[in-house]
């Protein structure tokens, strides 16, 4: 491998990211008929295979895993830490992170602008679908997950804290039976997630409030929960971060009901030897370690 041209191992990198031709070419600024005859080329000098051809797209070979490390240390060697300002429109490399979306939403509101001023090498693409993507297809670069990886290799680090809590508008709760207790919840209509749908044991909040509850209207989305609550249908289980911010939202048993869950960061542990990656990693850690107060609510 000590031969091979960083050149031709830009699209290798473009198209193991993208998945498809198409779209590494338009990372790359060429056509995808270039960024087949490279893929052929790079083949070829190899003496073998690097992706399988099918309808979804390229798939990557074990042949292409092995390749990966050495093409992203040339990538790395080539282009160092990429926080320099100043860079030139193109040359931005894709960083795909895959995120929930209660997660999604304080990054994009909170971090991405601060993000993008300290990494303009560095062009974020947010996925807030987890769930459809395959770790060991290493089909995001860094994955916030609500449970530690524990397997192959992956490493996870504890990113933050933060906390749930039942919540209602004053309306419902003034016109439905008085919640002393959970088990007074069984009376009530309860919103959550559909069980089925639930990506990670992380998001499985209601057999802990109380073993019987089950939702009565559910959603895969936690922004659907949050607008059925906020228009006064029912109760549901909240981030404390995303519920704050309405006023018109109460708590419900606040005593009682606190759920506390954390937020990891997992990447492949050939992404942590980059140094971009390492830069992104502590970059997250910093910012989400400043808003503490805002993801952890204070006990009543």
Known sequence: MSTLSWDDLQFFLAVMRERQLSRAARVLGTSHVTVSRRIDRLEQALNTRLFERNPRGYEPTPASQRLLETAERMEEAARQLPLKQGAAPGQARSLRL??????????????????????????????????????SRREADIWITLDPVMHGPYRSQRLADYTLHLYATPGYLQGAAAIHVPQDLLSHRIIGYIEEMIFAPGLDYLGEVHPSLRASVKSSSVFSQLAA???????????HFLAAKYPGLQIVLPRQVRLTRTYWLTCHRDVR????????????????????????????
Do not use: C, Y
Not at 118 to 135: G, W
Not at 274 to 300: H, N, Q, S, Y
């Open 273 to 300: 030897t980059m140094r971009w990656a390492g830069a992104v990693i502590d970059f997250l850690g910093e910012k989400l370690a400043a808003r503490d107060g805002e993801l952890v609510r204070p006990d009543p």
């Open 98 to 135: 895959a995120m929930p979306e209660g997660f999604a939403s304080l990054f994009s509101t909170h971090l991405l602008p601060e993000f993008i001023a300290r990494f303009p090498l560095l062009s974020p693409e947010i996925i807030t679908m987890p769930q459809v993507l395959s770790l």
């Open 229 to 239: 609550i906020r228009n006064g249908l029912g109760v549901g289980v909240l981030p």
